[in-house]
């Protein structure tokens, strides 16, 4: 226990004396082992957590890049206030909280104050801020009529205050505009009453119900309809203007033109998945109904009347005046809607007028108008009344299969015995195509079988064997690695000339020996094998050697090598 103890005070010195280290913000290398040594015991908890500056522990598992404080909040001691976050304040101004509009402050001054509106005298803004009539002359020079200050206020409006469009609107400036038009009614009722009373009639009674309407009284004969409106009588001042004779029947009734039984559009489809209705311009451009014909719909969207009825003419009549107008023309369809009109009408006759006679002239001259009469349907469409299943893998199970597509060339006729075709195999040996089932590179010939590709490969190994060296010293002494020297030069895949050349000394002895001849002779010269050959290598069928190229290229004249001509003097 003791030991224990006295290991726990150690440990809780180093984490004092490695904080203070931490603080300074150097750490040799010794603090910095000692704190590697103490961050393990902690994590092991034989060492007690560091606390921040609440007194509470701090978690020894959180990795570094969190317990660590950033440079511009470090502290110098362990912390986690930089991870949590800071108390939010109550925003002072509600929603309710406004600014008293228009309130001045005190009296007004007498004289014009340096710094004032130069329009009003008020100190609270300036002349282009003020919204006093301009007068002709400010107050900066009148001293006159010096309006008082206004009262400033700062309101600090939160979220919601910010976004109300109706924040700070008293309701009560409402009442002024109801009883300004309800004056407004009760005069005008009053002049129709005196202009009844003016007017002279035998039908009295007609005038009494009138009278009694306009002053708002029921009659069981006159306006008993629930949806007609006590406010009717305005929109017929032009029929019963002053002068003319009062006619009760002819009386007229405006009403709403939308009946009360129709749906709004935004109610067909309450889905909030649905078609996108705008509330500020009451407008839904898709269909809310998408599984509804749109000739069948209710309502199918602004789109669908957008280009219904007249419209296309008018955007293709729009369309006719830009175009018009960019060649040089004198059209507008706003300024002479009639005159575009016209020339629309004589464009498109004449459109179709030229049409026509391009294809009776192109009918006449190359023919072909049996080509442009319409197939019937059912030719296009492929129907038939052949049944046909077919299984999983493509075969077919139940009816007659569908013939396939053929060209008028003969396709899939073997001759000769031949199972496969002319030209399905090739000989890399000899560079010639033949039959892949019997690997015969002569045309029309009759078809072996296996055992003609056994005789194409044993006639392809006796000519790499004929090809090989037939020298008696060459033979005697590498008899097969000679003539697989051979078989590798003449059919590898790599250049003559390429990579690793290996020369057999006695064969190129000889090449040398032909090739200098070649050259004092002129460049014509017989070789060994009774071949022409003219100026350079052999000019028959004859492959070239490793070592006929390299005496070749001994023996070549450089004439791009500026000291072929050079001759010494000797002084």
């Keep these: 226990m003791a030991s224990a103890s006295s290991t726990f005070l150690h440990l809780e010195h180093l984490g004092c004396v490695l904080t203070q280290g931490i603080a300074t913000g150097k750490l040799s290398r010794e603090e910095y082992r000692r704190q590697k040594d103490l961050d393990a015991a902690r994590k092991a908890g034989t060492a007690p957590a560091a606390l921040d500056e609440e007194g509470k522990p701090i978690n020894p598992h959180i990795p570094q890049y969190i317990s660590q404080a950033p440079w511009y909040l470090d502290t110098g001691a362990p912390s986690l206030s930089h991870q949590r976050r800071p108390a939010q304040e109550e925003p002072t101004s509600k929603l309710d909280n406004w600014y008293d509009r228009g309130v001045k402050a005190g009296p007004a001054a007498k004289k014009y104050r340096k710094g004032a509106c130069e329009n009003c005298g008020a100190m609270t ?6 919204l006093e009539r301009p007068r002709k002359r400010g107050a900066k020079f009148t001293n ?9 206020q700062e309101v600090a409006a939160g979220y919601d205050a910010k976004r109300d469009r109706w924040n700070g609107y008293d309701p009560a400036e409402h009442k ?70 009062l006619d009760t029947k002819t009386r007229i009734t405006v009403r709403n033109l939308r009946i009360r039984e129709d749906t709004a559009k935004y109610l067909i489809n309450l889905d909030p998945d649905s078609a996108y209705y705008d509330p500020k311009t009451r407008s839904m451009r898709d269909a809310p109904l998408k599984n509804v014909p749109a000739e069948d719909a209710r309502f199918a969207g602004d789109n669908f009347h957008r280009y219904s009825g007249e419209a296309p003419e008018v955007q293709n009549l729009q369309l006719f005046a830009w175009q018009a107008a960019a060649r040089g023309n004198d059209i507008h369809l706003n300024a002479n809607p009639t005159m575009g009109e016209r020339l629309h009408q004589e464009f498109k006759q004449k459109k179709e007028e030229l049409k026509g006679l391009n294809k009776v002239s192109i009918l006449d001259r190359y023919g072909g108008e049996e080509y442009l009469q319409s197939v019937p349907k059912e030719l296009l469409q492929g129907q038939t009344e052949n049944y046909v299943e077919y299984s999983r893998t493509g075969q077919v199970i139940k009816g007659k299969e569908r013939a396939k597509t053929k060209s008028k060339y003969p396709e899939d006729v073997y001759v000769n015995n031949h199972t496969t075709i002319w030209g399905s195999w090739y000989d890399t040996s000899t560079g010639s195509w033949g039959f892949a089932c019997c690997h015969s590179t002569v045309h029309l010939s009759y078809c072996a079988g296996k055992v003609g ?21 060459a033979s005697e002494a590498q008899p097969t690695s000679g003539s697989q020297g051979r078989v590798e030069q003449n059919f590898s895949k790599k250049r003559i000339g390429e990579g690793d050349v290996k020369l057999d000394q006695e064969r190129f002895a000889q090449a040398l020996e032909e090739a200098k001849k070649r050259k004092l002779n002129g460049g014509d010269t017989d070789d060994r094998r009774g071949k022409k050959q003219r100026g350079g290598l052999e000019s ?16 070549r004249r450089m004439t791009e090598d500026p000291m072929a001509n050079y001759v010494d003097d000797g002084d």
């Design 125 to 130: 803004h300036k002349r282009q801020d003020c």
């Design 176 to 245: 002024k505009v109801y009883e300004e038009y309800a004056a407004i009614e009760t005069a005008r009722q009053k002049i129709r009453e005196e202009e009844i009373d003016n007017q002279t009639t035998t039908d009295l009674a007609a005038v009494r119900k009138v009278a009694k309407a306009g002053r708002g009284e029921k009659d069981p004969d006159f306006g008993s309809s629930d949806e007609e409106d006590t406010d009717e009588d305005k929109y017929a001042d032009a029929a019963d203007a002053v002068g003319q004779k």
């Design 540 to 555: 028959s069928a004859h492959e070239v050697t490793e070592e006929e190229l390299e005496a070749y290229r001994m023996t």
């Design 453 to 473: 590709i056994e005789a194409a490969k044993a006639s392809i190994a006796q000519s790499l064997l004929s090809t090989a060296p037939t020298s008696k010293s």
């Design 144 to 152: 006159k009529d010096i309006q008082a200050d206004d009262v400033v």
